[in-house]
């Protein structure tokens, strides 16, 4: 059984920074495709960026150049570096995989960012 958990998440003034870190068990976490998504009040849950099992990355055009995906396969987590955090990136933020088509999710980590 596969599990992520999410950490990291906050309060933050607006240009502010936070990392969030989601540590996954139960499986060869070196495989898998990791991706992070958020949900915001009275919003579709919408995917952020994804990596790769080698390391490829990818993110949604409204963070690029200021969301940054990582994975430290050594310690099975995934890594995402927010900096200069707008009001509209406040949401639930989910840590996701999918393994041999099931899909599992975090419980989320609240990020706020204030005006």
């Known amino acids: 059984q596969v599990r992520v958990v999410e950490s990291g998440g906050g309060l933050v003034q607006a240009g502010g920074s936070l990392r969030l870190s989601c540590a996954a068990s139960g499986g060869t976490f070196s495989r898998y495709v990791m991706g992070w998504y958020r949900q915001a009040p009275g919003k579709e849950r919408e995917w952020v960026a994804t990596?790769?099992?080698?390391?490829?990355?990818d993110y949604v055009d409204s963070v690029k150049g200021r969301f940054t995906i990582w994975r430290d396969n050594d310690k099975n987590t995934v890594f995402l570096q927010m900096n200069n955090l707008k009001p509209e990136d406040t949401a639930v933020y989910h840590c996701?995989?999918?393994?041999?088509?099931?899909?599992?999710w975090g419980q989320g980590t609240q990020v706020t960012v204030s005006a």
């Open positions: 996701h995989t999918a393994v041999r088509g099931a899909k599992y």
């Open positions: 990596v790769l099992s080698g390391g490829a990355r």
